[in-house]
DNA sequence: CAGTGGTCTAGACCACCTC
DNA sequence: AGGTGGTCTAGACCACTGT
């Protein structure tokens, strides 16, 4: 994994911010002396040093250096897509998952599904509604679909773990890119249900559409918080050019 | 504006893009093609051909080419740092603007600004409220703070424009980043006079501290919309590498 | 096999900042 | 003037995809 030479330098330089070796305000060592002490182009240098810029670590300044704006009270950026098993690893709390539903349906019941996945009116998906428990209350409710066809094999067991690992080590499928939508709505019948009599009974809702490598849309999610326990951190950029 | 060639070649492909000229499901000319046809070198056609994967304009798959998958329905991405006035212009929706308030006060009247902002007990900000209508409906309300040292010439007239457009143009600085927080609360007695005795009496809260391009932090903004009515919409990739 | 994108190199010129 | 990052080039080799 990550044979590349400018992931390893992304990997290495990122790892030493987050460590703290170097404080917010300082700046990395110069390209040219990044270059000479990794021993590779200049080019590859840069191109390690723009992921880190992207990703909000540094901010390169010309005629002066790359100077650190990494924000420890910013890692938790879910913005870049994750499962929410490595979500929670970056976090502290440790939730339990339990499965409330799986069951496969078809796709032309829910139509927003049918078209989101891009499925003809025969085909089946998987319905997986899981509960995300800390200290034994519901603080997340995700409701997944996914195409039958392409994972027959599930099974509760698998989808109380880690459906990423699955999908990316047991089936061989590179997860890509997602478009995702955050909204707030009142509770539903199920929602109540499953997180308790919650004041106020609102939840926030993040709903993704998440892409293979090969563009094929194979996972429509809705995540449901607690509205009042809601968080979404981001980082942006205006322009990446001039 | 956008002297390099990269952007150049970016500007015309994403154009082309929204443009209809390439499907969904197309795949641009190779990058051969396209680096013959803009009399380039091929690292700075992937240049360009990176910012529209970035942007969720393209996918790009070894040994096939690079593939629309552009959905115009995603267009109004909030994710890129863009101003209120960009944003808007996208979307179909003419707010007006009117300005509550605009006080010149000590920083160290809030907290939470003057650690964002990063100013001595000394400091003053400028603390501007405003309000974006629809139809003579309060729909979105914008607090902002910024370093008065900076703007001391900021007026109600300005501040009913674009800010952006006046710092940028105006006052020659550039905007570069942001973090951002999404988060749901009960309307404030100031939420409820501005925006009326609306039901359900809560906002989605977008607060976001916005940086120049040497890593100063020099607005504290928190955007509140109705919480029944907001979207954020985000595009997002997993890793950039492999 | 030919065509595609992914990585990497060595070198060039430029714009910006600091001294 | 010397150091910094920003852009661009021409060429190389590799991995993946299709026929």
């Keep these: 994994m990550n044979l590349n030479k400018y992931n390893q330098i992304y990997q290495s330089l990122s790892s030493d911010i987050v460590e703290g070796k170097y404080e917010t305000g300082d700046t990395l060592p110069s390209e040219h002396k990044l270059l000479k002490s990794f021993g590779v182009s200049r080019e590859t240098v840069r191109k390690a040093l723009n992921l880190l ?16 704006i990494y924000n420890p009270s910013m890692n938790l950026t879910v913005s870049h897509l ?53 200290e034994d209350r519901t603080h997340i409710i995700d409701t997944d679909y996914f195409m039958y066809d392409m994972m027959p094999g599930l099974t509760e067991e698998i989808a109380g773990g880690s459906i990423y690992e699955y999908i990316e080590e047991r089936l061989g499928h590179k997860i890509s890119y997602s478009q995702k939508e955050i909204t707030f709505s009142p509770m539903t019948e199920l ?22 490598n090969d563009a094929t849309p194979f996972q429509y999610n809705v995540s449901k918080h607690l509205a009042s326990e809601f968080k979404f951190v981001d980082f942006s950029r205006r322009f990446t050019g001039e």
């Design 82 to 134: 994750t499962s929410f098993k490595e979500v929670q690893e970056q976090q502290e709390k440790i939730y339990d998952t339990k499965v409330y539903s799986l069951e496969k349906r078809p796709a032309k019941d829910c139509p927003p599904v049918q078209e989101a996945l891009d499925l003809d009116d025969e085909a089946l998906v998987w319905e997986l509604i899981r509960q995300r428990l800390y």
């Design 53 to 68: 810029q992207e990703n909000g670590y540094i901010q390169k300044m010309k005629g002066k250096g790359s100077v650190i």
């Design 191 to 212: 929602d109540i249900e499953l997180f308790g009599p919650i004041q106020p009974p609102y939840t926030a809702n993040v709903k993704s559409v998440v892409h293979l």
